[in-house]
């Protein structure tokens, strides 16, 4: 069929589409400052983004792959634009400045985490269709934004060992990372019930160790898995996931969980990891009985430097998680080995061999300028620098007490910040409540450092917080969506706007609109009462 354009009027929406109109705004986190000016923007297949400067490629290509998305086009660049990305030196790291006037918007920034901020807004004033529904054209609220982060770490982490997150699944979570205005995500790949990325040194590990079930048993319902299932992330796909959060604006932590949480690893590896002597006795908490690494084996050493040396390769961002929680109290007690390394050394408690495998681990990233990054049981027994960086997970003042030692601290404590636990109160609600039943309004409730006088020196140590998805009952693809959403949207509120301009009432306002996109996108979100 041959269609006949008249150049001489001008090019019209179809009329059989009513145009949306903006409506009130409802950004997420709430800005520094947000001034609402009469007239819109009308974003349609004229839009076209000016050529950027090189700070603000990625989120020009995030910005492309979005808009063309909502219009089944592709968004050119060239000269004649009318979305522009616009360098200015004097904004701070992270901050920007967003300007959508009738024909034109701005996007202002000195870096590239604050092109990509602007970005995050921009997409927010976009007003959600109809889920399924293409529009021709959307109409964008004129305003004039400036906004700076809070804190400079804004996290999240998911648990990808105890069930296998597809990479589609973590794309799409990344570009919700991103929309958040969150910067990291931090990827926990390695755990007692699998091992989830490729080792070339190794490939046991996830021939093996990628797999669980059947008659596996597992925790905390001791059920049994009748069928083979799992999975693992290539190097390649990797790769590919770094760019795709890089020009998010999220980089990529990868943690490698040591000494404890290593029962897939033994199992893929039992030549170079089992100690045969040892018959110390222990329950983790996840109550295994085999997942912890030897200190006195010469095969934990390599191990770990063969691990890391991949690992370090493989990603770009300068920290590197090792983990270290949980190592029962048991281990190591009963191994000749053991005991023979602990009088070599001096060390007086079986414990402290714990710090002995971590300088070791710390020795190697230092050597190829990585900061490593463990959770709080790192700090224990001294033997690691005040270089690595601690995560608190079991409530806020273990993060203090490590902060006041001297390290940098992210804040993650399960009261406030684990998607994991329960967000309602009755019996059906799925998720656990180990820590606290958790929810929206009490994510919202968690006021970070309130117990710190406002000059304490301590707050320069802490350097942001961080949600995380543990995933021992996440198996599917909904109940990922339901445990996430919309809680990650309150931490990051917690993550970004300053405290005296959070208020629970004006956020759920807030909150309404965000919920009109996830719908939009098909999310299976917890609905709040
Ligand atoms: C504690 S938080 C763990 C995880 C569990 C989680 C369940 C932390 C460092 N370790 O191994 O999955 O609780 O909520």
Redesign the pocket.
């Known amino acids: 069929k041959v269609t006949t354009i008249n150049l001489d009027q001008p090019a019209t929406e179809p009329l059989s589409i009513p145009l949306p109109k903006a409506k009130s705004i409802n950004l997420i986190p709430a800005p520094e400052s947000l001034i609402r000016l009469p007239g819109e923007f009308r974003l349609n297949s004229g839009t076209a983004i000016t050529p950027p400067t090189d700070k603000a490629s990625g989120s020009t290509r995030w910005l492309q792959a979005e808009l063309g998305h909502l219009l089944h086009e592709d968004i050119p660049i060239h000269q004649a634009g009318n979305i522009s990305y616009q360098l200015h030196g004097d904004l701070a790291d992270g901050a920007y400045c967003l300007l959508v006037e009738p024909d034109h918007i701005w996007l202002q920034a000195g870096s590239e985490s604050g092109f990509v901020h602007a970005t995050a807004s921009l997409l927010q004033l976009i007003p959600a269709s109809p889920a399924h529904q293409v529009q021709a054209a959307y109409m964008i609220p004129m305003v004039e934004i400036q906004d700076q982060p809070n804190y400079q770490y804004r996290g999240m982490m998911l648990?990808c060992a105890?069930h296998f997150h597809p990479i589609r699944r973590l794309k799409h979570l990344i570009d919700h990372l991103a929309r958040y205005k969150f910067n990291t995500f931090h990827w926990h790949l390695t755990?007692d019930e699998a091992w989830r990325i490729e080792i070339d040194a190794y490939p046991d590990l996830t021939r093996i160790g990628a797999w669980r079930g059947p008659n596996e048993v597992i925790q905390p319902q001791f059920t049994t898995i009748s069928q083979r299932y799992g999975g693992y992330y290539s190097k390649q796909e990797v790769r590919d996931l770094i760019a795709y959060a890089n020009d998010r604006g999220v980089t990529i932590i990868p943690e490698i969980d040591i000494p404890g949480?290593c029962r897939a690893a033994i199992k893929s590896l039992p030549d170079l990891l089992v100690d045969p002597n040892d018959e110390s006795e222990y329950r983790s908490?996840?109550w295994y009985s085999d997942n912890i690494l030897s200190p006195a084996l010469k095969g934990t050493y390599t191990f770990i430097a063969n691990v890391l040396e991949e690992i370090c390769e493989l990603f770009p961002a300068p920290y590197i998680h090792i983990?270290c929680?949980?190592v029962p109290k048991g281990a190591w007690t009963k191994s000749p080995a053991c005991q023979q390394l602990m009088e070599q050394h001096g060390y007086q408690d079986p414990r402290e061999l714990q710090g002995h495998i971590l300088r070791f681990a710390e020795e190697i990233l230092q050597a190829r300028g990585k900061r490593m990054m463990g959770?709080e049981e790192a700090a224990n027994g001294n033997k690691i620098s005040k270089d690595t960086l601690i995560?608190s997970?079991?409530n806020e003042e273990a993060g203090l007490i490590c902060a006041r030692e001297g390290y940098d601290v992210i804040m993650?404590p399960?009261q406030y910040t684990?998607l994991?636990?329960t967000q309602g109160y009755s019996a059906d609600e799925p998720g656990?409540d180990?820590?606290c039943k958790l929810p929206l309004d009490v994510v919202y409730s968690y006021k970070p450092l309130s117990s710190l006088d406002v000059n304490d020196p301590v707050h320069k140590k802490i350097l942001g917080i961080q949600a995380?998805l543990?995933?021992?009952l996440v198996n599917s693809q909904s109940r990922f969506e339901y445990m996430i959403y919309p809680r990650l949207l309150a931490i990051a509120e917690l993550c970004w706007t300053k405290p005296e301009k959070r208020n629970w009432k004006d956020f759920k306002a807030r909150l309404n609109g965000q919920l009109a996109y996830l719908d939009k996108a098909g999310i299976n979100y917890r609905r709040c009462e």
């Open positions: 648990d105890r755990d949480h908490t996840q983990g929680d949980e959770w995560y997970w079991q993650q399960a684990y994991d636990m656990s180990w820590a995380a543990w995933c021992e």
